[in-house]
């Protein structure tokens, strides 16, 4: 979920805007394939900082549950909990399509 008016307020102009999207899903195999590492090597501190890395681009964004799973990630890493990781960590990639859609849609509607 996107919050249109932050959006604004944050970057200035939709230029902005897809300027740094472009460059974050330039980026995002690069945010999300350390995560997936983290969970395969079972290594609690790299999950945190991983999804905490990720976290912040998709914050620049949104605070829907692109973020929440990252958050969830985080936390779970600096807990040293592995239960339900693989689950979480579909349901990040799933929201992060979805997350994608909505703010091409947004740029799309927006672009002058």
């Known amino acids: 979920m996107i919050d249109e008016q932050v959006l604004m307020e944050r970057f200035g102009s939709i230029d902005m805007i897809v300027r740094f999207y472009s460059c974050f899903c330039e980026q995002l195999p690069s945010l999300l394939e350390p995560v997936q590492q983290a969970v395969e090597n079972q ?24 973020y929440v799973l990252a958050a969830e990630l985080e936390q779970m890493g600096r807990e040293q909990k592995s239960d339900s990781i693989p689950e979480k960590i579909d349901s990040l990639r799933l929201s992060l399509e979805s997350f994608k859609k909505e703010m091409e849609e947004f740029i799309e509607t927006n672009k002058v």
């Open 43 to 66: 290594n609690s501190k790299e999950l945190e900082e991983t999804a905490h890395r990720l976290k912040g681009s998709v914050a620049n964004f949104s605070t829907g549950p692109a």
